[in-house]
């Protein structure tokens, strides 16, 4: 719109420029013409400035109206998933079409393991298939791949199972090479529609500090679409690879050392508790939005920040960096500069590291870094609603 008002603008100067050369001279007449080409030129201008601000007015209300609508619709979601009409297709089919199996180590269930449990499931699988995973500690290393798609595992709220690990970067796969961090993961996702409740994601690795090729992911999410509620991420350096694609978590606890929530995902967190065990200067997240078209970047929304560890609330791993805490409690572990660029002074102009009505001694302003951005309402609305994630086309009550 301002582009289109710019280029009108462009189109009028030339118009102008372009009138008989003579009208540059001090000709009595040819001064009235000039004097009364500016005054149409201030008119319009002014026109156009008034033009210009109503287009503005209205299309902020228009996207205002826009996110309440969408914001209102998510909540107001029915229970009965298959009834909602702006669900995407394939979701709505699969959910239409839920089967459940069951695992447990003592026998009782479907399979004993998960691995069992996921390898029944056919390749290209269309329907929604709930794990029902009971309470137990599962040592195992599972990959849903992607031809795997609408995998939910659903724990007991009350005894959660507990899936763990302790693969790091430079531990050595059967290949005979390091895994590096992508395959460190104790649970790796690659496959669309993930949902997991209740459960208890861990990577037992320590986090020397000074060491390399500690990096030691408990789950990394690379699927599109995936809801992750009530459930726990342990690990240390590296412990929530958030890769790719639109996330929700609800109600979680995610607790790391190093840049424990890291990757290049767009990602809602909500009501979650983030907790450091930091024994050296760390940052909480790494985002890795690498140029300004993409649509990435992690939102955390009513949260807590705890934990015994110094950290930044985030460092820039690409250079457009995008994470936003609102209505979060930040305790003192979180640094007073708040923000860090690594090393890398350029992404300060370029990152979008944003804060919006937080609580704490750790979200005291007055010695962030300049280029931290407190946030005015209409700046936080994109990030502080399901919307963010596009949730209304594919978030749904777990149940
Ligand atoms: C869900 O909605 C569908 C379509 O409206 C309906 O046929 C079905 O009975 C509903 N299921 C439940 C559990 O309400
Ligand atoms: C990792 O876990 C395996 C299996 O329990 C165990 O044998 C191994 O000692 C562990 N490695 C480390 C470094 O803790
Ligand atoms: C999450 O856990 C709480 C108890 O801590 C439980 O009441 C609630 O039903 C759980 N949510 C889901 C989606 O299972
Ligand atoms: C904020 O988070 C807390 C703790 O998870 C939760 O009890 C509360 O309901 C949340 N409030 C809102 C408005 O979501
Ligand atoms: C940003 O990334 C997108 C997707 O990879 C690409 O299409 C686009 O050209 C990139 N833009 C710039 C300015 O690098």
């Not at 691995?115 to 029944?120: G, T």
């Not at 395959?183 to 949902?195: G, K, L, R």
Request: aromatic share 12%; hydrophobic share 35%.
């Amino acid at each position: 719109m301002a582009s289109t008002s710019t280029l009108t603008l462009l189109l009028f100067l030339i118009f102008v420029l372009s009138l008989p050369s003579n009208s540059q001279s001090s000709s009595p007449v040819l001064d009235h013409h000039q004097e009364s080409v500016n005054g149409q030129f201030d008119e319009w201008i002014s026109l156009n400035v008034k033009h210009y601000n109503r287009k503005r007015e209205e299309s902020l209300k228009w996207m205002q109206e826009s996110i309440k609508h969408k914001k209102q619709k998510v909540p107001a979601a029915p229970a009965n998933a298959s009834s909602s009409s702006s669900l995407d297709p394939k979701l709505r089919n699969a959910e239409m079409n839920k089967m459940i199996i069951s695992v447990s180590q003592d026998g009782s269930g479907n399979f004993k393991t998960i691995k069992e449990a996921l390898a029944s499931i056919p390749l290209y699988n269309m329907r929604r298939v709930i794990l029902d995973i009971k309470p137990g500690v599962y040592r195992e290393k599972l990959n849903i791949p992607r031809n795997l798609p609408f995998v939910t595992f659903r724990g007991d709220s009350s005894n959660p199972p507990q899936i763990t690990g302790n693969d790091t970067a430079s531990a050595i796969g059967t290949d005979g090479t390091p895994l590096k961090t992508f395959q460190s993961a104790t649970v790796a996702v690659d496959a669309d529609y993930f949902v997991a409740i209740n459960l208890i994601f861990e990577n037992t690795a320590p986090h020397v500090v000074g060491t390399a090729g500690e990096q030691a992911v408990a789950l990394r999410i690379s699927g599109n679409k995936a809801a992750f509620y009530n459930c726990s991420f342990y690990g240390s350096q590296d412990t929530l690879y958030d890769h790719k694609g639109v996330h929700y978590f609800n109600n979680c606890f995610i607790q790391g050392s190093v840049d424990f929530i890291f990757g290049y995902g767009r990602s809602l967190y909500e009501n979650c508790q983030l907790n450091s065990v930091a024994k050296k200067v760390a940052s909480l997240t790494a985002q890795k939005r690498t140029n300004s078209s993409i649509l990435s970047g992690f939102s955390f929304k009513n949260s807590t920040i705890t934990g015994s560890g110094s950290v930044y609330l985030g460092r820039a791993w690409g250079d457009y960096s995008r994470v936003v805490f609102s209505y979060t409690y930040m305790d003192k572990i979180v640094l007073p500069l708040g923000w860090n660029d690594w090393g890398k002074t350029i992404r300060d102009s370029r990152v979008y590291y944003g804060e919006y009505k937080c609580s704490g001694p750790g979200a005291d302003m007055t010695r962030r870094v300049p280029w931290a951005r407190i946030l005015t309402d209409e700046e936080a609305m994109p990030f502080i609603g399901t919307y963010y994630v596009d949730g209304n086309s594919w978030l749904i009550p777990p149940y």
